[in-house]
């Protein structure tokens, strides 16, 4: 079984960008209609595509199962999908924990978020002084919701 415990938060300052390590441009679109059930996702990267399945189970935990798609066919299902979202992440170490930031670009811009996988629920965390608000959670936030109401058509 694969799970995926992972706290989401804003970022005040761009402190962050001494801590890059590697940078990536993700573009992913949404099969599923609501947040309610599973979720499915196809995400191209700089080189593959891989489509994912997320659900919530509780917390800041989901199961999540993420598998290789020919790129002939990631081709064809993205370019049959509306609800897309495009960003740039950014991998980080800071003070040997590993956080992504995602820039988010077109529609979802100038939103940026940071996400740190964790091992379990309870595990301390330190938050690095870039760190804002915790959005863990907060489903106008998701990726899904994203790319269904982008963030500059917020009120």
């Not at 020919?70 to 897309?84: F, H, V, W």
């Not at 964790?118 to 936030?141: R, V």
């Given at each position: 079984?694969?799970?995926?415990?992972?706290?989401?938060?804003?970022?005040?300052?761009?402190?962050?960008k001494e801590f890059i390590?590697?940078?990536?441009?993700?573009?992913?679109?949404?099969?599923?209609k609501s947040l309610d059930?599973?979720?499915?996702?196809?995400?191209?990267?700089?080189?593959?595509?891989?489509?994912?399945?997320?659900?919530?189970?509780?917390?800041?935990?989901?199961?999540?199962?993420?598998?290789?798609?020919?790129?002939?066919?990631?081709?064809?299902?993205?370019?049959?999908?509306?609800?897309?979202?495009?960003?740039?992440?950014?991998?980080?170490?800071?003070e040997k924990k590993s956080?992504?930031?995602?820039?988010?670009?077109?529609?979802?811009?100038?939103?940026?978020?940071?996400?740190?996988?964790?091992?379990?629920?309870?595990?301390?965390?330190?938050?690095?002084?870039?760190?804002?608000?915790?959005?863990?959670?907060?489903?106008?936030?998701?990726?899904?919701?994203?790319?269904?109401?982008?963030?500059?058509?917020?009120?």
């Amino acid at each position: 079984m694969s799970l995926e415990i992972e706290r989401r938060f804003l970022l005040k300052n761009d402190n962050w960008k001494e801590f890059i390590t590697k940078k990536i441009y993700i573009e992913q679109g949404y099969l599923s209609k609501s947040l309610d059930d599973w979720i499915s996702r196809i995400r191209f990267t700089d080189k593959e595509f891989k489509i994912a399945l997320k659900k919530h189970i509780k917390g800041f935990t989901n199961f999540e199962f993420e598998y290789s798609v020919p790129q002939s066919d990631g081709e064809i299902i993205m370019a049959n999908i509306n609800n897309i979202i495009k960003k740039e992440r950014f991998f980080l170490e800071v003070e040997k924990k590993s956080w992504v930031i995602d820039c988010f670009k077109d529609d979802n811009y100038p939103l940026e978020i940071a996400e740190i996988e964790l091992t379990n629920e309870e595990e301390d965390l330190s938050l690095p002084s870039f760190i804002s608000k915790e959005i863990t959670g907060l489903k106008q936030y998701s990726n899904f919701s994203l790319a269904n109401k982008p963030f500059s058509k917020w009120n």
